[in-house]
């Protein structure tokens, strides 16, 4: 048979754990959602996602393998996402820090207006994970089974895999967004970008330790 569906009641199984395990993108889903809304959270949804498609793309194409297989690529890649994502925290932590230091009168203040691409943040970030391309590489080949076409299984198991985290982080972001106005308070959009900010700076160190 051309695909073998046999493997995937453990693939989804699978596919469910990781989906579910927290990263970069859902810091970055959480926090665009909570300070600019839905329409901001699914545009970066749809950046994170057209750079997921690229890099499965790449794994079922075979080229994938060709870049994993340069050191100097791959370390390239895991140093740009790193600076990125210190990049980010760093944004983050001057807007607190201009806040704190436009106020005067010691009353607290939101945080300033965020004016990026939101698509092209999520775009970015993603491309610049080498995470997602080397998890593609070494998760999806493991559920090909007996199919008589392994790239035909691969976009299959691919496609499957894109949906879940899809319907998850779009809850994610539609969650975030309807309680957006409840986190209005000064405090609690502070404390929500520190712990943006940290998750970041310990995520890049991550990337470039692992």
């Given at each position: 048979m051309l695909v073998d569906l046999t493997p995937l009641?453990?693939?989804?199984?699978?596919?469910?754990?990781v989906v579910l395990t927290p990263g970069v993108d859902v810091f970055l889903l959480l926090r665009?959602?909570?300070?600019?809304?839905?329409?901001?959270?699914?545009?970066?949804?749809?950046?994170?996602?057209?750079?997921?498609?690229?890099?499965?793309?790449l794994v079922i194409s075979g080229l994938g393998a060709?870049?994993?297989?340069?050191p100097a690529v791959l370390s390239a890649l895991k140093w740009v996402g790193?600076?990125?994502?210190?990049?980010l925290a760093a944004m983050i932590l001057r807007g607190l820090w201009l806040?704190?230091?436009e106020t005067a009168d010691g009353a607290l203040t939101g945080p300033p207006v965020d004016n990026s691409n939101p698509y092209l943040r999520g775009l970015f970030s993603n491309?610049?994970?080498?995470?997602?391309?080397?998890f593609s590489l070494a998760f999806l080949p493991q559920f090909v089974g007996s199919a008589a076409?392994?790239?035909?299984?691969?976009?299959?198991?691919?496609?499957?895999?894109?949906?879940?985290?899809?319907?998850?982080?779009?809850?994610?972001?539609?969650?975030?967004?309807?309680?957006?106005?409840?986190?209005?308070?000064p405090r609690v959009?502070?404390?929500?970008?520190?712990i943006s900010a940290a998750a970041f700076l310990t995520i890049s160190i991550g990337l470039v330790a692992g």
């Open positions: 009641p453990a693939f989804l199984v699978a596919s469910v754990v665009t959602s909570l300070n600019r809304g839905r329409r901001a959270g699914m545009l970066a949804l749809a950046g994170i996602h057209t750079a997921s498609i690229l890099q499965v793309a060709l870049i994993t297989s340069r790193a600076a990125y994502l210190v990049y806040t704190r230091k491309l610049t994970n080498p995470k997602m391309l080397l076409q392994p790239a035909l299984q691969l976009v299959m198991l691919g496609v499957v895999f894109l949906v879940l985290a899809l319907i998850w982080e779009a809850s994610m972001v539609l969650g975030a967004a309807k309680i957006a106005d409840r986190l209005k308070n959009a502070k404390s929500l970008d520190m």
